[in-house]
Nanobody, 122 residues
């Protein structure tokens, strides 16, 4: 099993930046596709980006594509989501998740962190 723990969220002013981290334990993330998701109050969960262990990253959320970057450090068993030019509408709980192998957005993301709250003030 993989345990995931996100951190790095918080309160930031519009236009600011945050870097979220997701630390994995239990198994190496080097064989997992890692996803970043978010869920705002009253809204469905949204896929932001996938970071595949072969080095490819794919971005899905149109509203964030130009403002986010994923990266991973397999040695630290950690993935990151760098978010820039944050907007109030980016306020949500952000989650990381893991899918074994090379997975698409339709993959089976079996493992989830507890989430980290991001609040962007106007």
């Amino acid at each position: 099993q993989v345990q995931l723990a996100e951190s790095g969220g918080g309160l930031v002013q519009a236009g600011g930046s945050l870097r979220l981290s997701c630390v994995a334990s239990g198994r190496t993330i080097s064989v997992y596709t890692m996803g970043w998701f978010r869920q705002a109050p009253g809204k469905e969960r949204e896929l932001i980006a996938l970071d595949k262990f072969n080095g490819a990253s794919t971005y899905f959320a149109d509203s964030m594509k130009a403002r986010v970057t994923t990266s991973r450090d397999n040695a630290k068993n950690t993935i990151y989501l760098q978010m820039n030019s944050l907007k109030p509408e980016d306020t949500a709980v952000y989650y990381c998740a893991a899918c074994l192998g090379v997975c698409s957005r339709f993959g089976l993301y079996d493992y989830w962190g507890q989430g980290t709250q991001v609040t962007v003030s106007s």
